[in-house]
C-alpha cells in the first residue's frame, strides 16, 4: 500500500536513477546536478535498507508468533493449530530470508 513507509522498490528506483543522473552530471560537468543524484541515490538506499530491516522485523515477529502458537498447540494436543503454527513460521523466515 502507498504510504506505508519505505519500500524496497522505492528505494532501489532512486539509488538507480540517482545513480544514473551522477554519472551523466558529472561526464557534462553539472556538478550541481551530480550531487543532486548522489544525495537521491544515498536517500534510496536508505529507504531500500530500511524496508529491508522492517520485512525482517516483521519475519522475526511471525516466526515468533508461530513458535509459540505451535509450542502451545502441542501442549493441548491441537494438531491443526500445530500447522497453523508451523505455517506461520514458515511465513516469518521467508521474510526474513527476502530481506
Known amino acids: 500500500m502507498a504510504g506505508d513507509g ?10 538507480t536513477t540517482g545513480s544514473v543522473q551522477e554519472t551523466v552530471a558529472n ?12 544525495a537521491k541515490k544515498n536517500e534510496g538506499t536508505a529507504e531500500r535498507e530500511a524496508a529491508q530491516a522492517k520485512q525482517k522485523g516483521e519475519g522475526m515477529v ?9 509450542g502451545f498447540a502441542k501442549m493441548t494436543g491441537n494438531e491443526s493449530e500445530q500447522a ?6 514458515a511465513k516469518g523466515d521467508v521474510k526474513k530470508s527476502t530481506s
Open 6 to 15: 519505505p519500500t524496497q522498490s522505492g528505494g532501489q528506483w532512486k539509488e
Open 27 to 38: 561526464l557534462v560537468g553539472a556538478k550541481e546536478t551530480a550531487r543532486d543524484g548522489a
Open 62 to 70: 511471525d516466526s515468533a508468533k508461530g513458535n509459540v502458537r505451535e
Open 84 to 89: 497453523k503454527g508451523k505455517a506461520e513460521q
